[in-house]
Structures are given as C-alpha cells and as structure tokens.
C-alpha cells in the first residue's frame, strides 16, 4: 500500500523534525509583525501556523492542497485561523496578505511559475514571501544513497523503476531568484546552505517517513501498481541503509540541502 500526505498528517506534527527546525531561520527572514497578515502555504497540520498566530494580531490563513492534512490543521486550529484546501496554483487571493510563509512545501509545487504569480497577486505592495526548503538534485546523499539500494534490489528494483519523482529541485540560489524575478518579485535573499543534524537510525527513518516517503511510496508517482510487500521490502531497505550509515557513536549524520530565498512585492 503506497502513502501520501493525507495517510501520514495525523503522525506529521510529531514527526517533522526536520520542517520545524529548518523553519526557524525563515521566520527570521520574515520578520513577522505584531499586526501583519499572514498566508501560510503548504501549512500541513498547522504547527508552525499556529505559531504564526502567536505572532500577529492579523489575519491568519493556513493553505494546504491535501485534504487529510488541511482536516488535521482545521481540528487542531486554535481561534484566529482559518484554513482553505486548495494549491498555490489555484490561489485567489487578491493583494490581501502582507506576507507569505511557505515552509518546506516549495518542492511539492507543480507549476512553479504559476504558483508564484498567484503569490504575487495574493501579497500587498511591499508584502514579502519567504520560502524554506530541500534544493539540489543531491538534496539529501543519506536518503540519495538509500534510494540507490532500493533501485538495485532484487524484491524492488522493477517496481522502482516505474517511479518518477515529482520534486522541483534546483541547482543553484540563482535559479531560485529568477523564478521569483518572472513572476515580479525582487528577492533580497537567496541563499543553499547545508544542514547537518544527528540522528538514531529510527529517527532519520521517522524523518523520511514525514515528508519523502509521501513521493517515493505515493501511488501517484508510480506507472505500475506498488503493494504493502513493496512498501515492507522499501522500508526495510532503507533501515538496514540507514543504519550502516551510523557511525561508531550510532548516530548518522543527517545531510539536506535547503534554499531560503526572501522576497519582496515592490
């Protein structure tokens, strides 16, 4: 049985370590104030939207395209928030928000440029967009180099190679900033930084369950059918992989590549 975004919400505000820390430095980059409205897009369960509340006495919204993530926000939302199930390419905001958090979601866009222009339209005049999220093809070598056994093993190899991945990822800040440069903004900051972090084996697979396995084990993302053996021969795989990357402490050294770009409506 495959897994997407809706199969796993309920487990994802205990799981996402990962999203939450590299979230930090985005709110940073936003500088969120006391009176501000804010959009969080690809908002998942609603932790980090929650905390934006906290922030603002402006109007809050959490938007997420997938529905058993935008029921898990909408149960969990204190007051002050309301949340909206639709994509970034299907938003119709018009120049309502003075700022757009968008954390760890970036990757999942499927028309970028169209997703961005609706950004666009959504923000104020000098309203600003800060993302967060996995860039480079090498967006993580720990999860890469697992995936390389998946790819070759005897129980998953053909099933695997039907799978294409649905990710946007780009090579450079550069190609980052001029996205946002064609839909209009002019972006101050854009920046790929490494992030090291260490983990128990269980703890980088609880990690990739919460966001990558919602591609790799995604039935969507597959052009043949994947069944639970699939799913148990992929998982184990990926533990036996995971734990020959600790090191003699029996940690393993978590490596993902992340952009944090800001950028302004001027």
């Known amino acids: 049985m495959g897994t997407d975004f809706s199969e796993i919400a309920a487990r994802y505000e205990r799981d996402s370590l990962i999203q939450k820390s590299a979230a930090e430095k985005l709110f940073g980059l936003l500088a969120i104030g006391g009176d501000d409205d804010v959009l969080d897009l690809g908002c998942g369960t609603g932790n980090l939207t929650r905390k934006i509340r906290g922030m603002t006495g402006g109007r809050v919204v959490g938007v997420d395209p997938r529905e058993g993530m935008a029921r898990e926000a909408a149960n969990q939302a204190g007051a002050g928030i309301s949340h909206v199930d639709m994509g970034a390419e299907e938003l119709g905001f018009e120049n309502e928000f003075d700022v757009i958090f968008c954390n760890s979601a970036f990757q999942w866009f499927r028309d970028p440029q169209a997703a961005l222009r609706n950004c666009f339209s959504t923000l104020r005049k000098g309203g600003r967009m800060g993302i967060q999220a996995p860039a480079r093809q090498a967006y993580c070598p720990n999860f890469l180099s697992a995936i390389e056994r998946v790819a070759l093993d005897c129980r998953t190899r053909e099933t695997f190679a039907g799978f294409t991945p649905p990710w946007l990822f780009l090579e450079t800040a550069a190609e980052?900033?001029?996205?946002?440069?064609?839909?209009?903004?002019?972006?101050?900051?854009?920046?790929?930084?490494?992030?090291?972090?260490?983990?128990?084996?269980?703890?980088?697979?609880?990690?990739?369950?919460?966001?990558?396995?919602?591609?790799?084990?995604?039935?969507?993302?597959y052009n043949s059918r994947i069944d639970d053996a699939y799913g148990e021969y992929f998982r184990k795989i990926l533990k036996e992989a995971f734990a020959g990357q600790a090191g003699e402490h029996g940690y393993v050294e978590l490596v993902f590549n992340r952009i944090y770009l800001l950028a302004v409506k001027g």
């Open 176 to 221: 980052y900033e001029s996205l946002f440069a064609n839909a209009g903004f002019t972006v101050p900051f854009a920046k790929i930084e490494e992030l090291k972090t260490q983990h128990t084996t269980d703890e980088v697979l609880t990690i990739f369950e919460s966001g990558a396995a919602a591609g790799y084990l995604n039935q969507a993302f």
